[in-house]
């Protein structure tokens, strides 16, 4: 690979970092710093907590690769790893709720130093395996775009007089439906309809929730909330021949 083609990689990649871990901060949009904290069962996590918890991925497997790399809060490692057993051990999962300390701010700041850091270090260039983490954090930045999403649904669920649902939510119906819960109701059931259609025509026979974590939307014209959250099932459909190319050619139609 030249050179040049080098360089358009690496720049490709510093957009993508940007514009995925932009889309985590676009979702939390409307939510206070109490919303952000509730956990409200053991399996859910609060959004402050997934916040925290992606940033501390690339300060621990990117930055952390440079022995002369130093983490401003040491002790929070305890609190943000999560399952990577074989890097230290790990707050409870169900305990997740308990960590009013560090702040939503100081959570918002970790996130702002450790994105810097990356994109400096993007910027003066990575070897491949740290191209390869990146790469994987941001995967995993958005398995956790989908956890938060339905974690604070849940939660607010869970409110008696569901308060911010209504209004945090509104942006994920289309904008003919905005403000008017009943039709958006209504529209989110028949996409649930077709989703669980679309899982039974696949031969899928327990039907998963994380609605991004399949192919629906290039399958099936659903359109995705927000716009762009499946960017890479076109090349896993392709290559498990699930899907005719020509279909693929437009998935910004279905994308809506
Ligand atoms: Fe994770």
């Known amino acids: ?100 300390r560090p702040s939503l701010d100081e959570v918002l700041d970790y996130r702002r130093r450790i994105e810097e850091a990356v994109a400096a270090r993007l910027h003066a260039g990575l070897d491949e395996a740290g191209e390869a983490i990146v790469e994987l954090g941001l995967q995993h930045e958005q398995q956790h775009q989908e956890l938060l999403l339905t974690d604070i649904q849940h939660a607010l669920w869970c409110h008696p007089l569901h308060p911010a649902y209504d209004e945090a939510f509104d942006g994920f119906a289309p904008a003919a439906l905005r403000g008017n819960p009943k039709a958006r109701q209504e529209w989110a059931v028949q996409h649930l309809k077709w989703a669980a259609s679309a899982s039974k025509n696949l031969g899928i ?23 762009g959250l499946v960017t890479t099932a076109p090349d896993w459909l392709r290559a498990v021949g699930r899907i005719p190319d020509p279909f693929l050619a437009k998935p910004a139609a279905a994308a809506g």
């Open 1 to 100: 690979m030249s050179l040049s083609d080098l360089a358009v990689r690496a720049a490709s990649l510093a957009q993508r970092f940007q514009r995925i871990r932009s889309r985590t901060l676009g979702l939390c949009v409307g939510f206070s710093a109490e919303d952000m904290m509730v956990q409200s069962m053991p399996d859910a996590s609060p959004a402050k907590w997934h916040l925290a918890h992606t940033t501390w991925f690339f300060e621990q497997f990117l930055l952390g690769r440079d022995p002369a790399w130093r983490p401003r809060h040491p002790e929070w490692h305890y609190l943000f790893n999560s399952y990577y057993q074989t890097v230290g051990p790990m707050h409870a999962r169900p305990r997740r709720g308990l960590l009013s």
């Open 205 to 227: 026979k327990a039907h998963a929730t994380f609605s991004g974590s399949l192919a629906w939307p290039f399958i099936y014209p659903f359109p995705q909330r927000p716009a």
